[in-house]
Nanobody
Framework: VQPVESGGGSVQAGGSLGLSCTAS????????MGWYRQAPGAECEVVFT??????SDGDSVKGRFTISPDNAKNTMSLQMDSLNPEDTAVYYC?????????????????????????????WGQGTLVTVSS
């Protein structure tokens, strides 16, 4: 049971890149989902969170990044436009399985390191995005 990220790579500033998260072993629509990122030496940053079909984006990506869940394919895509070098980071897909495991929704939260903090969560291995100037 794990989210699996794909689509990372290198791009020049101003370019676009798409990431995909496939829910392996669990169902997207009964989970609270999130995209996070962590740059070297920096704290974990929320890119997007989604709970009960309501999404929330981080301040640094507003207007540039969009998420697209596809429950039929059990995937969640992250489209990143107008990339800049500050977007360089390892991007993680995460899921809160609280609704299934504990019977109540517990959305994902902010944290200092991009890693699970509860047995109710599952995290992917991360995919590196590098934006060159």
């Amino acid at each position: 049971v794990q989210p699996v990220e794909s689509g990372g790579g290198s791009v020049q500033a101003g370019g676009s890149l798409g990431l995909s998260c496939t829910a392996s072993g669990f169902t997207l629509d009964d989970s609270d989902m999130g995209w996070y990122r962590q740059a070297p030496g920096a704290e974990c940053e929320v890119v997007f969170t989604m709970s009960s079909d309501v999404s929330s984006d981080g301040d640094s990506v507003k207007g540039r990044f969009t998420i697209s869940p596809d429950n039929a394919k059990n995937t969640m895509s992250l489209q990143m436009d107008s990339l800049n070098p500050e977007d360089t980071a390892v991007y993680y897909c995460a899921a809160s399985r609280a609704q299934v495991i504990a019977g109540t929704r517990i959305p994902l939260s902010r944290r200092r390191r991009c890693e699970r903090t509860s047995y109710l969560e599952v995290w992917g291995q991360g995919t590196l995005v590098t934006v060159s100037s």
